[in-house]
C-alpha cells in the first residue's frame, strides 16, 4: 500500500483530499471536529517533511453554485486550532485567485481550497475538471475515506494526472481496519447491524454471512424480520417489501451456522416522542398504534453473552432511537459490552454514523479498537465493492 511513509515530500506541494465535510451550528462554528483531527496526522507529517499542502474538500450539499453556508472559510478556524498555526483560505477551487496563491506558497504553507461541490463538474467525475484540480499540487494523497466509495473528481478522476499518488494515513488505517474484520477476523465474530431499514443493510448482511457467527440485528430494521415471521409489530417501522427478503436472510444465515439475534422484547411507545408512554413487552406482541423504538431488557441480557465472548465484533447501526433520553438504553448498554470486551482482548470496529454518534454521546470511542469515519464508505467496503477512491491510488 502507498502511504506518505514511502515518499519524500520536499520540495514538493501536497494535494490532499480530505473529508472535513463537519457539522455546523447556527454561527458557522463547527460542532463536531473529529474528521479535521483524524485527518491532521497526515498533514503535520508532509509539513514536517518540508512540503507545502493544499487541502480540497467539499462541504454539505450546495445545489446551485457557491452558498456562503456552505464555504470552507467558514471551518478555517477550527482547522488552525487542530493545526497549531495559520491556514491560507483559497478563495475558490479552481479559479486564478486559487491557482496564484498556490502557485506561490512556500515551504510550510497550507491553504484550505474553497468547496468542491460549487462546481456541478466534482460530482459528475468530470475530467476536465480534474485536470485543473492537479495544477494545485505535485503529488496527490487521497486522505478522504468518507468520500471514497464516490468516483468524483477529485476524489478518483484527478489520480490520474500524477505519477506520485498515495494514501494518507486516515485512509490507510480506514482500509486496513475494513480489510481486518473482513477478511482476518478472529473468531467468534459478532456483527450488530442496526438502522431504520433492511434495505439499506441487505447487501452488507448478505456479505458478511460467510465469514460471521453471530448477528444480532436491532433498530427499526428488527421489526421487518419480526413481522416476515409472523410477529405482530403494531405501528413499528417496517418496509413490508423486504419481508420475503428478509426470510431469505434467516435462511442463508441458518445454512451458513450463523446465528441471527432479533430482539426478544422491546421498549415500545405510544407516539415517536421522548414524553411518549412507555412499556416493554415481547417484539412480537406489540400492540396496535404502539411502536417498538428501543431493545427491552430480556434482549439487552441476551446480547451480553454473545458480545462477551466475541474476539471480533462489528458495530454498524443503533439498536434503538438513542437520540431520545427514554430510548436510548439498549445502544448505551450494547455501547458498555463492547468497550468491555474490548478491554479484554477483542477486536472491535465502530463504523457508520450513528453508530460513531452514539459511541462519542456515550464517552466510549476511545474505548474501542477503531472508530471508522467513512458511513456509506465503510458499508460498501463491507458490501464486498472496490471503493473508486482506492483503486484509483492503486492503479
Not at 514536517?48 to 480540497?56: I, N, R, T, Y
Not at 464516490?150 to 489520480?159: D, E, F, K, M, Q
Not at 398504534?289 to 462477551?308: C, F, P, Q
Not at 439498536?319 to 472491535?348: P, W
Amino acid at each position: 500500500m502507498a502511504t506518505i511513509d514511502n515518499f519524500n515530500f520536499a520540495g514538493k506541494r501536497a494535494l490532499i483530499r480530505v473529508d472535513f465535510n463537519v457539522p455546523l451550528n447556527d454561527q458557522f462554528e463547527v460542532t463536531d471536529n473529529t474528521r479535521i483531527v483524524a485527518a491532521m496526522p497526515t498533514i503535520k507529517k508532509i509539513l514536517a517533511d518540508g512540503d507545502s499542502v493544499v487541502l480540497m474538500s467539499h462541504l454539505g450539499r450546495p445545489k446551485n453554485g457557491p452558498e456562503d453556508k456552505y464555504s470552507l472559510r467558514h471551518i478555517v478556524p477550527a482547522i488552525e486550532n487542530a493545526l497549531g498555526s495559520s491556514v491560507i483560505f483559497g478563495g475558490d477551487c479552481v479559479g486564478d485567485e486559487a491557482f496564484s496563491i498556490t502557485s506561490s506558497m512556500k515551504p510550510g504553507d497550507l491553504v484550505l481550497l474553497e468547496n468542491l461541490r460549487f462546481y456541478k463538474e466534482e460530482t459528475k467525475g468530470d475530467d476536465a475538471f480534474a485536470e485543473k484540480l492537479s495544477k494545485h499540487g505535485d503529488v496527490y494523497v487521497n486522505d478522504a475515506f468518507g468520500t471514497a466509495h464516490r468516483a468524483h473528481a477529485s476524489t478518483t478522476i484527478v489520480a490520474n494526472y500524477f505519477s506520485d499518488k498515495m494514501f494518507g494515513y486516515l485512509l490507510a488505517a480506514e482500509v486496513e481496519n475494513a480489510t481486518k474484520v473482513l477478511n482476518s477476523a478472529e473468531r467468534p465474530f459478532t456483527a450488530i447491524i442496526g438502522g431504520a431499514k433492511v434495505s439499506s443493510k441487505i447487501e452488507v448482511i448478505t456479505n458478511m454471512l460467510s465469514s460471521i457467527d453471530h448477528l444480532i440485528i436491532g433498530g427499526g430494521m428488527a421489526y421487518t424480520f419480526i413481522k416476515a415471521q409472523g410477529g405482530k409489530i403494531g405501528s413499528s417501522l417496517v418496509e413490508d417489501d423486504y419481508l420475503e427478503t428478509a426470510i431469505s436472510i434467516l435462511k442463508a444465515a441458518d445454512e451458513k451456522g450463523v446465528k441471527i439475534h432479533l430482539p426478544i422484547d422491546s421498549t415500545i411507545a405510544d407516539a415517536f416522542s421522548n414524553d411518549a408512554n412507555t412499556q416493554e413487552v415481547l417484539s412480537a406482541e406489540i400492540p396496535d398504534n404502539w411502536m417498538g423504538l428501543d431493545v427491552g431488557t430480556k434482549a439487552i441480557e441476551s446480547y451480553r453473552e454473545i458480545i462477551r465472548a466475541s474476539k471480533t465484533i462489528l458495530w454498524n447501526g443503533p439498536l434503538g432511537v438513542f437520540e431520545m433520553e427514554k430510548f436510548a438504553t439498549g445502544t448505551k448498554a450494547l455501547g458498555l459490552m463492547i468497550a468491555e470486551a474490548t478491554e479484554n482482548g477483542a477486536y472491535s470496529l465502530v463504523g457508520g454514523g450513528d453508530s460513531v454518534a452514539a459511541a462519542k454521546q456515550f464517552g466510549l470511542a476511545e474505548k474501542v479498537s477503531y472508530v471508522s469515519t467513512g458511513g456509506g464508505a465503510l458499508l460498501e467496503f463491507l458490501e464486498g465493492k472496490t471503493l473508486p477512491g482506492v483503486a484509483a491510488i492503486l492503479a
